[in-house]
């Protein structure tokens, strides 16, 4: 009985072994996906870009410039190396980061946004974790 168990154990364990690289590239490709989508969105109406940043959004620390450059910079930037999975752990750290900083510096933020948000923290949480995989770039690279 004992040897059934550990034989299933063991098979499942090969499974999931299997398919976390397939996941974890899955996770960080819709992850970039999103943020990047958001750059371009602050880019391609940069004034409205600068309102908001200025007047809605409540960015601790720093003016709305400089909020407004560094969000801008990090949803474009830090998503294309989240997808390639190149310098995985530091673009999901950057990403938690700009992911954390747009939960507390929207005030009136909806139930289903807040929703999403956790599900972003969540997913770069899990690549900080264990790293883009072996489809990424840095295993490519030996990176990690």
Do not use: C
Not at 21 to 40: D, Q
Not at 103 to 108: A, N, Q, R, Y
């Amino acid at each position: 009985m004992f040897n059934r168990i550990r034989s299933f154990h063991n098979s499942t364990t090969l499974l999931v072994d299997y398919l976390q690289s397939p996941a974890l590239l899955a996770a960080r490709v819709y992850v970039a996906w999103v943020f990047f989508k958001s750059g371009l969105t602050k880019l391609n109406d940069w004034d409205s870009t600068l309102m908001l940043f200025e007047y809605e959004y409540e960015v601790p620390f720093l003016d709305h410039m400089t909020a407004a450059y560094l969000a801008t910079g990090g949803e474009l930037l830090l998503p294309v190396l989240f997808a390639l999975g190149l310098l995985s752990r530091f673009s999901a750290a950057g990403l938690f980061i700009i992911n954390w900083v747009a939960v507390i510096s929207l005030v009136d933020m909806p139930q289903a946004a807040f929703n999403l948000h956790l599900i972003w923290a969540g997913l770069t949480g899990l690549v900080f974790a264990w790293g883009g995989g072996f489809l990424s770039v840095d295993k490519k690279l030996k990176l990690n």
